[in-house]
Structure formats: C-alpha cells, structure tokens
C-alpha cells in the first residue's frame, strides 16, 4: 500500500533531518556511494530518458534517496521507491513529498508485486545494496519476475556488495575498497547503523514507527554470497539477455541487464 506523508504525523523539519543521517550513515557502508547512485542513474537515463513518462522503480529504496536523485534526473517519471519499513517508508514520504511514490511491499513474498499497482510494464527496475539480503532462490524467483515486469529493451540495475569471482582478488578488491573509503571519508563524526537507529528510537516522532526490536519493518536476512559470475547466470536464467558489471569499485559493483 502507499505511504502518505501525514499518516502518521511525521513533520517536514524531522524527516529532514533524519534522511540527511540516514545519508550519513549509509556512506559508512557504500564503497563511494554517490558515484554509484550516479552510474545507476546514468544507465536509467540512457535507456528511459527520451520517453515522455517513464516508469522506473527502486526495490530496497530506505527513504527514497536513490529515487529521488532518479525523479531529479528523468523530469515527468514515475518512480516508485519500494521498501517494507514504514519509518523508512514515512521518513522519505514526508521529506521528498510527491516527487516519489512510496509502496509497502517485501521484495520476493508471495503477491508482493500486485502490492505495486502497476498498470504498465516497467522501463527501469534499481536496487542499491538492497539485494544481498535475498536468499539465493528468492533472489532467483526475483530475478524472473523482474524479467516479466520490464518492458523488452528495458533495464534492471544492481548496485551492491558483489565479490568478483576468484577469492584471492576479492581479498585484493576488499583492500582496494578499504583504502578507497579511508581517502574519501568525511571529516567528523559518522553515525553508523546501530545509532541511527537507537536514535529514531528516542526520538518521540519516529518511535511508535519503530518495531519491538528497535528498527522498523526489515525482513530477515537470508543473505547470499554470490559472486559476479553467479548474478550473471540467475540473470540470463530469468531471461535477461546482455548482462554484465559497468561498475566496480573494490568489492562495490554495479551490474546492468538489458530485457
């Protein structure tokens, strides 16, 4: 179903601030985050940019902070930023506002792509460090069903933590990535996963949001560790033609599939 921005009477001003923390904190665990947001956007761009409205979803979005660089980008989208956690979901809805379109769904449970409302097949389907959360046959499953939702010519884009495929060079690529943090790290204090949460926690706007465990909605993980050659595989498996990494930084890659 789809978040509005007052539901639950989160202001502007704490969205705000909280999505710009959020922000923060997710640099902490994206190997030069922004580049990669603009390389995914890139590729969206080049495939559904000359379209009049195009329809671009963002699987895993958080609060939306990919999505909306995409709504920036491609004036006259639709883009929907899919997520399961209604703080994350309500904290992107009332600071991005209608730019976006918020839908509570988990990504692989049975039904969950009715959940979008889509009328239309998809020009453009983007997850940032959101997939390897999946186990590999959700993964699988999710893959395929992606495949059917894009229009032919339409693109998917995984932007996550991908080792490439010999471990000796997944070692070398973990120290590349670690050193390429270290010189691009952001002067002062950087809030990491477990305090923005406790925060949100103490925070009397955000905490009825919050489940018992003290972070929203999230789905187990089943996690997966597949390497770029078995994302290659499941994608053409599920009908995905032209796949392949555009992108990598340290063990950081992004992976393009062309339907």
Known sequence: MSVGA?????????????????????????VDREERFTVIADLVEQVAGGLPDPLVLDLGSGPGCLAARLAARLPGAEVVAVDSDPLLLELGSAHYGRALRYVNALIGEPGW????????????????????????P????????????????????????????S??????????????????????HEEDWESWWSGAAGDPELAPLLSRDGEGGRAPCEGNDLTVSGHVALLRGAGFADVGAVWQVGPSHVLAAVR
């Open 113 to 136: 792509l009715d959940r979008l409302g889509l009328d239309r097949p998809a020009d453009a389907v983007v997850s940032a460090t959101a997939l390897h959360y999946l186990g590999e």
């Open 6 to 30: 007052d539901v639950n009477g989160v202001s502007t001003g704490t969205a705000a601030r909280w999505v710009e923390r959020w922000e923060r904190q997710q640099r902490l665990y994206a």
């Open 167 to 188: 471990a000796r060079v997944s070692e070398l690529a973990r120290d590349v990535g670690r050193r390429h943090a270290e010189r691009h790290a952001v002067c002062g």
């Open 138 to 165: 959700t993964l699988r499953q999710v893959y395929g069903e992606l495949a059917g939702l894009l229009r032919p010519g339409g693109i998917l884009v995984n932007g996550d933590h991908i080792s490439p495929d």
